[in-house]
Protein backbone atom coordinates (compact mmCIF):
# COMPACT_ATOMS: atom_id res chain seq x y z
CA UNK A 1 0.00 0.00 0.00
CA UNK A 2 1.06 3.36 -1.27
CA UNK A 3 0.99 5.83 2.01
CA UNK A 4 -1.64 8.92 1.36
CA UNK A 5 -2.23 11.22 4.27
CA UNK A 6 -5.25 12.49 3.05
CA UNK A 7 -6.86 8.94 2.57
CA UNK A 8 -5.37 7.78 5.94
CA UNK A 9 -7.22 11.19 7.51
CA UNK A 10 -10.35 10.18 5.84
CA UNK A 11 -10.49 6.12 6.94
CA UNK A 12 -10.21 7.26 10.24
CA UNK A 13 -12.36 8.14 13.15
CA UNK A 14 -12.83 11.26 14.99
CA UNK A 15 -10.78 9.35 17.24
CA UNK A 16 -8.02 8.82 15.11
CA UNK A 17 -8.54 4.80 14.70
CA UNK A 18 -8.64 3.40 11.35
CA UNK A 19 -10.04 -0.07 10.70
CA UNK A 20 -9.12 -2.38 7.66
CA UNK A 21 -8.70 -6.03 6.16
CA UNK A 22 -5.11 -7.11 6.04
CA UNK A 23 -4.80 -10.78 4.79
CA UNK A 24 -1.64 -13.25 5.80
CA UNK A 25 -0.39 -16.58 4.74
CA UNK A 26 -0.20 -18.76 7.50
CA UNK A 27 3.37 -19.14 7.09
CA UNK A 28 3.69 -15.05 7.86
CA UNK A 29 1.87 -15.82 10.88
CA UNK A 30 3.66 -18.66 12.57
CA UNK A 31 7.12 -16.96 11.41
CA UNK A 32 7.40 -13.72 12.18
CA UNK A 33 8.08 -12.55 15.86
CA UNK A 34 5.01 -10.87 17.39
CA UNK A 35 6.65 -7.16 16.83
CA UNK A 36 7.47 -7.77 13.51
CA UNK A 37 4.10 -8.86 12.63
CA UNK A 38 2.32 -5.97 14.18
CA UNK A 39 4.58 -3.75 11.83
CA UNK A 40 3.58 -5.86 9.13
CA UNK A 41 0.02 -5.16 9.94
CA UNK A 42 0.62 -1.65 10.06
CA UNK A 43 2.64 -1.55 7.16
CA UNK A 44 0.18 -3.28 4.82
CA UNK A 45 -3.14 -1.32 6.03
CA UNK A 46 -1.58 2.49 6.29
CA UNK A 47 1.95 2.16 4.08
CA UNK A 48 3.68 2.66 7.11
CA UNK A 49 5.51 1.01 10.47
CA UNK A 50 4.01 3.89 12.48
CA UNK A 51 0.15 2.55 13.65
CA UNK A 52 -0.28 2.82 17.42
CA UNK A 53 -2.55 0.49 19.37
CA UNK A 54 -2.84 -2.11 17.32
CA UNK A 55 -5.59 -4.60 17.68
CA UNK A 56 -7.09 -7.60 15.44
CA UNK A 57 -8.85 -10.67 15.44
CA UNK A 58 -9.65 -13.17 12.40
CA UNK A 59 -12.33 -12.87 10.58
CA UNK A 60 -12.14 -15.61 7.61
CA UNK A 61 -9.56 -17.45 5.49
CA UNK A 62 -9.82 -16.34 1.70
CA UNK A 63 -9.80 -18.07 -1.57
CA UNK A 64 -6.20 -17.96 -1.47
CA UNK A 65 -5.77 -19.67 1.82
CA UNK A 66 -4.51 -16.75 3.28
CA UNK A 67 -6.13 -15.82 7.18
CA UNK A 68 -7.88 -12.36 7.21
CA UNK A 69 -7.65 -9.93 10.17
CA UNK A 70 -10.17 -6.83 10.93
CA UNK A 71 -6.79 -4.94 11.95
CA UNK A 72 -7.65 -1.31 13.53
CA UNK A 73 -5.15 1.10 15.04
CA UNK A 74 -4.58 4.59 15.66
CA UNK A 75 -2.97 6.95 13.19
CA UNK A 76 -2.20 10.27 15.30
CA UNK A 77 1.32 9.50 15.47
CA UNK A 78 1.35 8.70 11.49
CA UNK A 79 -0.25 12.24 10.97
CA UNK A 80 1.88 14.28 13.57
CA UNK A 81 4.70 12.61 12.16
CA UNK A 82 4.15 13.98 8.53
CA UNK A 83 2.63 17.38 9.35
CA UNK A 84 5.85 17.81 11.43
CA UNK A 85 8.48 16.99 8.33
CA UNK A 86 6.09 18.95 6.49
CA UNK A 87 6.87 21.75 8.18
CA UNK A 88 10.43 21.46 8.40
CA UNK A 89 10.42 21.84 4.93
CA UNK A 90 7.87 24.68 4.38
Not at 41 to 66: A, K, N, Y
Request: glycine share 4%; net charge negative.
Amino acid sequence: MIFDLTELKARADENGVIVGEVAFTANELIHDDFEALLDEMSERLTGTIILTDIDFQPVRVDDEHRVVLLVSGNITDIVDSYENELKDYA
